[in-house]
């Protein structure tokens, strides 16, 4: 979040300017001139010239503009429901819809790329066109947004060498090929090419990394060669203590004075990001009226495993709902918030989108775990393990065409003779559970403290041998900060029992992706940790809703140990 001002709320209508006194053009710092709030899209605007800086003003086809703009991302909005967002994002007053590209959700593994489905960016841009929006792109390679990785895919890590975010070679090579797939894509919607994109966001909020100063300009002429000047290139960055972002190309050292050029705040939002454990955070209406990008306008949902982690001085995982304060609710509901603003934005709109209401089933909830009685896991039924003398990561297996494993769960499998204090050495990436075959459950204990996490077997006699089960948890990778580099996850390094590290180790990938969970057998009874199938039946004709993890329980994995799993 980069901080926020007060709200002006005036009766006049017309440009925003940043003069010092007066009423005409530059005249009086944040005075209206001219006809209208802003330039209405699609009305005879000169397509030769795109966003431009003039003075005080933007400029979109030579004609003044001012950018309210609201970040809708399609890959978090059902793909039906594109549409219903955008309009009521028009309906609240706003010109332009901010979205974001994230690279690890459009090439889950190297060189196979996905713009299908709901991630069929394409179609997302044609629909805010045809509904008369303007759309800035943030193609990244990086985009924060509080995704996994920041939206850079995991297997960049599989390079035990890699440097996210600068000039080595491997993270440079796989952005070219990114690029060369994405970029033409999204040629022809150019504005010079009667389009809607009127911008791009190369990077996100750099200077909060800044640990490469040839990045910046690497990124900007990765991207030069394929679009005209005129297609305005912001290139952003994050200044601590700093409320607002400068609109200017060079930012890489440092944010320039304003002067009398156009403020641009690309990020306006609530406080804080929502964690497991923690207070919904809200938007903060006071702020200054200026060109501006409210994040989010629509936050909509952290499907399956796309949600990050933040280090607020603790691992914080992301929660499912990416809310974030938006004018509109997860389902899309109006917020108070997004009434305040349409009146101030455009107080002659009238009427609202009709809201698409969610069918209540009542209470429902069945459990049946997935598991055996015997063993924590149905191994059979499971695809072949890796075999490795030493733990691997999960984005060092030789899964997914090469590209490791990104999401889920990881269990390693191995052979121990005798118990004691088993040590991870800070090696657990994010969470792991112990357990042994056979037919018998070992007894854990585990450090509160981690790193190091110690787990201590107590008072069993053993057999002649056992099998040692460890499961590993993947709460999400940081989505900023200079550690990112670091997040590989899994087992990360050796496991040492009495001080000796362990050896040979069958490892089991479970990405709990669709086909691998339709694998899995079901059993009436199980002990220990366990995966459990719910199925809903709702007819025919099934209208929207959600099962309240209130009533069921939410995923022992991501709740707080101080926090109940209701």
Request: aromatic share 12%.
């Amino acid at each position: 979040p980069l901080g926020t001002a007060r709200v002006l709320r005036e009766a006049a209508v017309g440009h925003w300017s940043t003069g010092s006194s007066g009423g005409s053009p530059g005249a009086g710092p944040w005075q209206f001139w001219g006809p209208s709030p802003y330039a209405l899209p699609w009305d005879g605007l000169e397509r030769l010239v795109g966003l431009q800086v003039r003075d005080s003003n933007f400029t979109l086809g030579n004609t003044p503009f001012l950018i309210l703009s609201g970040t809708i991302h399609y890959f978090r909005v059902p793909r039906n429901y594109w549409k219903d967002s955008l309009l009521k994002l028009k309906a609240c007053g706003f010109n332009t819809v901010t979205t974001h590209v994230p690279w690890n959700l459009h090439e889950p593994r190297r060189g196979q790329f996905q713009f299908s489905g709901n991630l069929d960016l394409v179609a997302f841009i044609s629909l805010a066109s045809e509904v008369d929006l303007w759309v800035i792109l943030c193609v990244g390679p990086y985009v924060g947004s509080d995704l996994d990785l920041g939206g850079l895919p995991s297997w960049l890590l599989k390079d035990s060498h890699m440097k996210l975010r600068t000039t080595y070679k491997g993270f440079t090579a796989a952005v070219n090929h990114y690029f060369d797939d994405l970029i033409p894509r999204i040629r022809e919607f150019q504005f010079q090419e009667e389009g809607p994109v009127i911008a791009m966001q190369m990077e996100n909020e750099y200077g909060s990394y800044n640990l490469d100063k040839r990045y910046m300009p690497y990124i900007k002429n990765v991207s030069a060669p394929s679009f005209p000047p005129s297609l305005h290139t912001f290139l952003t960055l994050l200044i601590p203590g700093a409320n607002i972002l400068s609109s200017q190309l060079e930012c890489v050292d440092a944010l320039p004075p304003q002067g009398t050029s156009p403020v641009m705040m690309m990020v306006y939002t609530a406080r804080s990001l929502d964690g497991w454990g923690t207070s919904r955070n809200t938007l903060d209406l006071q702020s200054e009226l200026f060109s501006l990008n409210f994040y989010m306008f629509h936050g909509g949902t952290n499907f399956g495993f796309m949600g990050g982690a933040a280090f607020p001085g603790y691992r914080l995982p992301m929660v499912t709902s990416y809310d974030y304060g938006a004018l509109l609710t997860e389902d899309g509901d109006y917020t108070p918030e997004y009434l305040v603003f349409q009146e101030l934005f455009c107080p002659d709109a009238g009427t609202r989108p009709a809201l698409q209401r969610a069918l209540g089933y009542g209470h429902w909830c069945r459990r049946g775990p997935w598991g055996s009685p015997a063993s924590w896991f149905p191994l059979p039924s499971l695809q072949q393990p890796v075999r490795s003398t030493e733990p691997l990561s999960m984005e060092q297996l030789s899964v997914n065409q090469g590209s490791g494993q990104s999401a889920g769960y990881i269990l390693y499998e191995t052979v121990i003779t005798r118990g004691g204090v088993l040590n991870s050495d800070g090696h657990v990436k994010d969470r792991g559970q112990v357990g042994g075959g056979g037919g018998q459950r070992v007894p854990f204990s585990a450090g509160k403290t981690p790193p190091p996490l110690q787990l201590v077997c107590v008072g069993q006699r053993y057999k002649e041998f056992l099998m040692l089960r460890i499961l590993v948890e993947n709460q999400g990778r940081l989505a900023s900060g200079t550690s990112m580099n670091q997040e590989r996850k899994g087992l990360t390094g050796n496991i040492y029992l009495n001080g000796s590290p362990l050896r040979k180790f069958k490892i089991y990938s479970l990405e709990m992706q669709n086909k691998f969970i339709q694998r899995w057998p079901s059993f009436l009874h199980t002990e220990g940790p366990a995966f459990f199938l719910a199925l809903l039946r709702v007819g025919s004709q099934p209208t929207d809703t959600f099962v309240s993890l209130q009533v069921c329980g939410i995923l022992p994995g991501c709740v707080p140990s101080k926090l109940p799993s209701q």
